[in-house]
């Protein structure tokens, strides 16, 4: 079946640099997508989301990107702090407005 | 403005024991979906209820259940508990269907014994 994946499991970066989180797709009916934090013993939390009729939105230190070419969405975080620890989720909706898919998640580690 | 409230935040039983999770949604919001999550699958989709109505089920089990009240207020049900059913069980409410994203709860961690 169709399914959100993601290109790496765990990424680590530096406090103060940027962090760039990648999410691959393959549903081309979703028109609908979510970024998620999920921290330690919490739910995910909303960071941002983008329709398929945008290539780019931008929010507070956060910006995600999508290219539906090659069914692709990222998420950037400028200016990576230690708060920003947690693990990432990608969701789409598959042209349903009933329903998210997850991808598997990124545990992002922000160093000292 | 008070947040998706889901209890109990744990709970441990015994296989073969049925369980009933609780989620208040955010005020206003009509759509409550489910999820459940664990290790290995992920974040999983179980249903969605709007205006008492279930209007979309996951590929779960019949043992798994669920129903919304008048107030949207919603509740999920699992019977015949097994081992794999352990997981975090997240409540997530919009006005909407999946529209400007879902707010989550904290989840119900289930562990089955």
């Known amino acids: 079946g169709e399914s959100v994946g993601l290109h790496l499991p765990t990424l680590s970066v530096q406090e103060g640099d940027n962090s760039i989180i990648n999410c691959a797709y393959s549903?081309?009916?979703?028109?609908?997508f979510i970024w998620y934090k999920q921290e330690s013993g919490k739910g995910p939390q909303f960071i941002i989301d983008i329709r398929s009729n945008m290539d780019k939105r931008q929010g507070q230190r956060v910006t995600v990107l999508l290219n539906k070419t090659v069914k692709h969405l990222s998420l950037q975080i400028a200016a990576t702090q230690p708060g920003d620890s947690a693990v990432y989720f990608c969701?789409?909706?598959?042209?349903?407005?009933?329903?998210?898919?997850f991808g598997s998640g990124t545990q992002l580690t922000v160093l000292p | 403005k008070a947040g998706v409230t889901q209890t109990p935040r744990y709970l441990i039983k015994t296989r073969g024991q049925q369980v009933t999770l609780s989620c208040s949604p955010i005020?206003?919001?009509?759509?409550v979906s489910w999820y459940q999550q664990t290790p290995g699958q992920g974040l999983q989709f179980l249903f969605e209820y709007f205006s008492e109505t279930q209007r979309n089920k996951g590929n779960f089990p019949g043992r798994f259940s669920g129903r919304q009240f008048s107030n949207s207020r919603s509740e999920m049900n699992v019977s015949t508990l097994e081992l794999g059913d352990s997981a975090l069980y997240l409540c997530?409410?919009?006005?909407?269907?999946?529209?400007?994203?879902?707010?989550f709860g904290s989840g119900t961690r289930l562990t089955v014994v």
């Open positions: 969701a789409e909706n598959g042209g349903s407005a009933r329903q998210l898919t």
């Open positions: 997530a409410s919009s006005l909407a269907p999946v529209e400007d994203g879902y707010t």
């Open positions: 549903n081309s009916a979703s028109d609908y």
């Open positions: 005020s206003g919001h009509r759509s």
